[in-house]
Nanobody, 122 residues
Framework: VQLQACGGGLVQAGGSLRLPCAAS????????MGWFRQAPGKERELVAAISSGGSTYYADSVKGRFTISRDNAKNTAYLQMNSLKPEDTAVYYC?????????????????WGQGTLVTVSS
């Protein structure tokens, strides 16, 4: 199983980025997916999650600005980030696990991508 996140970069505050997470070696449609981020000196935190059935969850800090989605035909999950703020600066990771599980629990994910850096300038 491989998860490959990309799409990070430098963006000004108020801007947008879309992060794809391409999956291989798994039955993607049966996996719940999450996006996490880790800022320097901070713990990795859940940003958004999407179940295999399409139900979504968002951290309060990103509600109304970020959207998680999935395209099962392309084996890809996405994180659309709008109205970016400097405090969104972090390395963003995608993660996945088969079936139903506690999407809010970092420890429940058993597959992780390598991370992509998002830097938001003020």
């Amino acid at each position: 199983v491989q998860l490959q996140a990309c799409g990070g970069g430098l963006v000004q505050a108020g801007g947008s980025l879309r992060l794809p997470c391409a999956a291989s070696g798994l039955t993607f449609g049966s996996y719940g997916m999450g996006w996490f981020r880790q800022a320097p000196g901070k713990e990795r935190e859940l940003v958004a999650a999407i179940s295999s059935g399409g139900s979504t969850y968002y951290a309060d800090s990103v509600k109304g600005r970020f959207t998680i989605s999935r395209d099962n035909a392309k084996n890809t999950a996405y994180l659309q980030m709008n109205s970016l703020k400097p405090e969104d600066t972090a390395v963003y990771y995608c993660a996945g696990r088969y079936g139903s599980f506690n999407y809010r629990s970092r420890g429940d994910y058993n597959y992780w991508g390598q991370g992509t850096l998002v830097t938001v300038s003020s």
